[in-house]
T-cell receptor, first 111, second 114 residues
Framework: QKEVEQNSGPLSVPEGAIASLNCTYSDRGSQSFFWYRQYSGKSPELIMFIYSNGDKEDGRFTAQLNKASQYVSLLIRDSQPSDSATYLCAVRVTGGFKTIFGAGTRLFVKA | DAGVIQSPRHEVTEMGQEVTLRCKPISGHNSLFWYRQTMMRGLELLIYFNNNVPIDDSGMPEDRFSAKMPNASFSTLKIQPSEPRDSAVYFC????????????FGDGTRLSIL
């Protein structure tokens, strides 16, 4: 059973701080990793994807991937109350079209 | 470009009735996924199609659930007969099957079975 694990939270950070969200996965051959944001009552929205080891930055968001440790993370700099949502880590499994989603981490950014 | 379009947005029906959920994927995407999301179980993959062919339906909970994709621009998920425990938000997502392509989600159908 291929799995994606996330801390369910809630993770609470003050406005302006860095929020760090973490995810581990079991399929060592996975090559594609995605972060989705889901506001309450809304659908998951893609915010970042990463395929290579290292960091990838997009505005206030940085995705980090370490394939040797089977670990992917999302950093949100200068966190805003509007970043309060559930963040889903997703991993595309080896040799197929399927993507496995973690259970999500709830983030609260306090004004 | 239009995103993934799902209908209806909300459905309330009585136990035992047939429910049909509809999805139009993004044009050019050849993989389509049906998910169910509940507070208890999170986001569960029910079934997915590639080039209109069902590839993996191992997530379909019971024979009461069925899905079809008659062409590249339309898919249905049917529940017959429906039960209160089927109440959830059902999402459709699509992607291109090239490596590294993400899935894009529709707005979902909020289903309530009374």
């Amino acid at each position: 059973q291929k799995e994606v694990e996330q801390n369910s939270g809630p993770l609470s950070v003050p406005e302006g701080a860095i929020a760090s969200l973490n995810c581990t996965y079991s399929d060592r051959g996975s090559q594609s990793f995605f972060w989705y944001r889901q506001y309450s009552g809304k659908s998951p929205e893609l915010i970042m994807f990463i395929y290579s080891n290292g960091d990838k930055e997009d505005g206030r968001f940085t995705a980090q991937l370490n394939k040797a440790s089977q670990y992917v993370s999302l950093l949100i700099r200068d966190s805003q109350p509007s970043d309060s949502a559930t963040y889903l880590c997703a991993v595309r499994v080896t040799g197929g079209f399927k993507t496995i989603f973690g259970a999500g981490t709830r983030l609260f950014v306090k004004a | 470009d239009a995103g993934v379009i799902q209908s209806p947005r909300h459905e309330v029906t009585e136990m035992g009735q047939e429910v049909t959920l509809r999805c139009k994927p993004i044009s050019g995407h050849n993989s389509l996924f049906w998910y169910r999301q509940t507070m208890m179980r999170g986001l569960e993959l029910l079934i997915y199609f590639n080039n209109n062919v069902p590839i993996d339906d191992s997530g379909m909970p019971e024979d009461r659930f069925s899905a079809k994709m008659p062409n590249a621009s339309f898919s249905t998920l049917k529940i017959q007969p429906s039960e209160p425990r089927d109440s959830a938000v059902y999402f459709c997502a699509s992607s291109h099957d090239r490596l590294n392509q993400p899935q894009h989600f529709g707005d979902g159908t909020r289903l309530s079975i009374l």
